[in-house]
C-alpha cells in the first residue's frame, strides 16, 4: 500500500474513534429516561450511529492486519540449514 493510502486510513481510524467517544459521552441510556418532548436527539440513531462506526472501525482495523500479514509474508526468509548425514557424508 501507498503512504498516502496508509496515512488516510490511519486519519480515519482517529476521526472514528473520536467520533465513537462522542457517542459513547451522549449517555442516550439516560436520555430515555426524561419525557420524549426534552429529548435533544433520539436515543435510537445514537445507539445506530456507534454501532456503524464499531463496523467501519472494525473494518480498517481487518484491513490493516491483512497488511500487516502480507508484508510478513513478503518478507524474504533465511534458507533452511541443512543437517550433516549421520553416516558423516
Known sequence: ????????????????EADLFLVESSHPEEVLAQPESEWLFDPTDA?????????LLGAVEAVEAVEAV??????PRPEPRSEPS????
Do not use: I, K, P, Y
Open 86 to 89: 549421520a553416516n558423516g557424508a
Open 1 to 16: 500500500m501507498s503512504s498516502d493510502e496508509t496515512r488516510f486510513r490511519h486519519e480515519l481510524e482517529v476521526e472514528v
Open 70 to 75: 502480507e508484508a510478513l509474508e513478503a518478507e
Open 47 to 55: 445507539v445506530r450511529e456507534e454501532v456503524g462506526l464499531r463496523s
